[in-house]
């Protein structure tokens, strides 16, 4: 070993004998980040600070991406793949990050809401179509037109809460993809497009805001796993997508004698049996 | 001290019979065997561990230090300070 060598070895080794050394030691290995957090980092190929923040989020919420992220720094990792490395990490923890520029502005969600009077939805949800049919709702050609009556809306409310107390797990998935075309669910993924779910104040990472923001995002992953299985169960069976619009139809006739009383219609929706096909009668009650 | 029957001498004692600080980080250091600065090939999870405990470390670190800046001052009337004497 050269003397050059033998230096370092030595500085090594009295930086961990020292209780003193051995602490800075521990903190610029572990935390090179530890100073105040307003303080400006330097990070390289980070000219807009973009870098810091993720860094410091991931500091504070993700440990494990936080020291990849430092070993990747002192290994001369670029901006770019230190986003991805961000990027995917994160993601990975079930927080869709597509780009760590959004990182700094809090816990970005999945916004998989229907907003059905914008005809881009019939656009990219083809397969809906024919749902809709059943509440006589179909896209317009003028798009810029297009308005949807709230008895649409009260009438998907009123199928949803029916079907969601099924004990047949695939009506139940019907009742998701109801609550999920009309808005229902009470799930912000679920029931905000982007441009809605934009106007609101992000979650932040903090821990406890964090598991929220998880629990919401596993929950609504949960319900459009479901509504993809209806869209799918109720597209395959047109005896079921009849009973669809023939309920429909009571509840807008329901609807009709309420003459604009804000009242929901209480009506006895009629479903064919999924295991025999033996179909109760429709019955109003209103 | 001040009033509080608290001498230096007692205060002295009391930090030095505080409890080592124990980190994994240091710990890791301590024990490494490579060469270099720095242990290499650490579990993930370990590795977790250690910057977890770091990171609120330095946080608790930080904030005793912010309190102690925002301390009123105290005039020590009782205790000759000769290297800070004016």
Same mark, same amino acid.
């Given at each position: 070993m050269n003397e050059l060598l033998q230096t370092y070895t030595m500085l090594a080794a009295g930086l961990r004998s020292d209780p003193q050394f051995c602490l800075a030691s521990a903190v610029t290995w572990l935390d090179p980040l530890w100073q105040d957090d307003d303080e400006d980092w330097d990070v390289p190929h980070d000219e807009d600070g973009t870098l810091a923040i993720a860094l410091?989020?991931?500091?504070?919420?993700?440990?494990?991406? =936080?020291?990849?992220?430092?070993?990747?720094?002192?290994?001369?990792?670029? =901006?770019?793949?230190?986003?991805?490395?961000?990027?995917?990490?994160?993601?990975?923890?079930?927080?869709?990050?597509?780009?760590?520029?959004?990182?700094?502005?809090?816990?970005?969600m999945p916004a998989y809401g229907v907003e059905l009077n914008d005809s881009d939805f019939y656009t990219t949800h083809p397969e809906v179509i024919p749902i809709l049919a059943c509440f006589g709702i179909s896209p317009e050609p003028n798009p810029y037109h297009m308005t949807i009556p709230d008895c649409v809306y009260t009438a998907g409310r009123t199928i949803a809460a029916d079907l969601e107390k099924h004990p047949d797990e695939r009506d139940r998935q019907i009742s998701w993809l109801m609550q999920w075309i009309f808005s229902y669910s009470n799930n912000s993924s679920i029931d905000l497009d982007y441009e809605s779910m934009s106007e609101f104040?992000?979650?932040?990472?903090?821990?406890?805001?964090?598991?929220?923001?998880?629990?919401?995002?596993?929950?609504?992953?949960?319900?459009m796993s479901d509504v993809l299985a209806g869209i799918d169960f109720l597209s395959s069976q047109p005896n079921l997508l009849t009973a669809l619009e023939r309920n429909i139809q009571s509840i807008y006739k329901a609807l009709d004698k309420l003459k604009g009383k804000k009242d929901e219609p209480r009506i006895r929706l009629a479903w064919p049996c999924l295991t025999d096909g033996i179909e109760r009668r429709t019955e109003s009650v209103a | 001290?001040?009033?509080?029957?608290?001498?230096?001498?007692?205060?002295?004692?009391?930090?030095?019979?505080?409890?080592?600080?124990?980190?994994?980080?240091?710990?890791?250091?301590?024990?490494?065997?490579?060469?270099?600065?720095?242990?290499?090939?650490?579990?993930?999870?370990?590795?977790?561990?250690?910057?977890?405990?770091?990171?609120?470390?330095?946080?608790?670190?930080?904030?005793?230090?912010?309190?102690?800046?925002?301390?009123?001052?105290i005039p020590l009337t009782t205790i000759e300070i000769l290297e800070f004497g004016l």
């Amino acid at each position: 070993m050269n003397e050059l060598l033998q230096t370092y070895t030595m500085l090594a080794a009295g930086l961990r004998s020292d209780p003193q050394f051995c602490l800075a030691s521990a903190v610029t290995w572990l935390d090179p980040l530890w100073q105040d957090d307003d303080e400006d980092w330097d990070v390289p190929h980070d000219e807009d600070g973009t870098l810091a923040i993720a860094l410091r989020v991931t500091r504070m919420a993700f440990p494990d991406i =936080y020291v990849q992220a430092v070993e990747a720094i002192r290994q001369g990792a670029s =901006y770019a793949e230190l986003d991805r490395l961000i990027c995917n990490a994160v993601t990975e923890r079930g927080i869709p990050l597509e780009n760590l520029e959004w990182i700094g502005f809090g816990v970005p969600m999945p916004a998989y809401g229907v907003e059905l009077n914008d005809s881009d939805f019939y656009t990219t949800h083809p397969e809906v179509i024919p749902i809709l049919a059943c509440f006589g709702i179909s896209p317009e050609p003028n798009p810029y037109h297009m308005t949807i009556p709230d008895c649409v809306y009260t009438a998907g409310r009123t199928i949803a809460a029916d079907l969601e107390k099924h004990p047949d797990e695939r009506d139940r998935q019907i009742s998701w993809l109801m609550q999920w075309i009309f808005s229902y669910s009470n799930n912000s993924s679920i029931d905000l497009d982007y441009e809605s779910m934009s106007e609101f104040q992000p979650l932040s990472w903090e821990k406890d805001e964090l598991a929220f923001a998880i629990d919401i995002i596993e929950e609504a992953e949960g319900i459009m796993s479901d509504v993809l299985a209806g869209i799918d169960f109720l597209s395959s069976q047109p005896n079921l997508l009849t009973a669809l619009e023939r309920n429909i139809q009571s509840i807008y006739k329901a609807l009709d004698k309420l003459k604009g009383k804000k009242d929901e219609p209480r009506i006895r929706l009629a479903w064919p049996c999924l295991t025999d096909g033996i179909e109760r009668r429709t019955e109003s009650v209103a | 001290m001040f009033n509080t029957g608290m001498s230096v001498d007692i205060l002295r004692d009391c930090l030095v019979a505080a409890t080592p600080l124990d980190l994994l980080g240091m710990r890791l250091l301590q024990t490494c065997p490579q060469q270099g600065l720095y242990p290499t090939d650490l579990p993930r999870e370990t590795l977790k561990e250690a910057v977890s405990e770091i990171v609120d470390y330095t946080g608790r670190c930080t904030a005793v230090a912010r309190r102690l800046t925002h301390l009123a001052p105290i005039p020590l009337t009782t205790i000759e300070i000769l290297e800070f004497g004016l």
